[in-house]
């Protein structure tokens, strides 16, 4: 039965870390957008994230971010220094043309760094897009 389920991956969807500043801390940090460069809106939106290296391994977040419009982003949750060599993953889960889509992210250990920086879709803005 449960082979009989078609999740479709998605496409046009993409997670990325930018380096911005933060007042709160005075200085420029990490964060993660969910980027919807689609053509249409997607809903009901979810991002499952953790991280996690050899010896050690982060929470579970979940972060439910409802609707999205297109060619638009939305920042998913700030990441700590200390986590940048673990193995970071994002699960996107949401429903756009009456279907349900999902996939997977990743950064790999250190892939997060200010000289793997390019440029990104929607964002106008510098930073990295996870695999």
Known sequence: MRKDIEIPKAENVHIVAVKEWDKDFTEQQWYIYL??????????????????????????????????KPKTSVKVEFIPTEVLGFTNEYLVTFFAESKLFERKFIFKPNSISEEKVTALPVL?????LAK
Do not use: A, P, Q, W
């Not at 919807?36 to 996690?52: M, Y």
């Not at 106008?124 to 990295?128: R, T, W």
């Open 35 to 68: 980027v919807n460069n689609r053509e249409d809106e997607i809903e009901t939106v979810l991002v499952l994230s953790r991280g996690k290296s050899e010896d050690k391994k982060t929470s579970t977040l979940r972060h439910g971010l409802g609707k999205i």
């Open 124 to 128: 106008e803005s510098d930073g990295i």
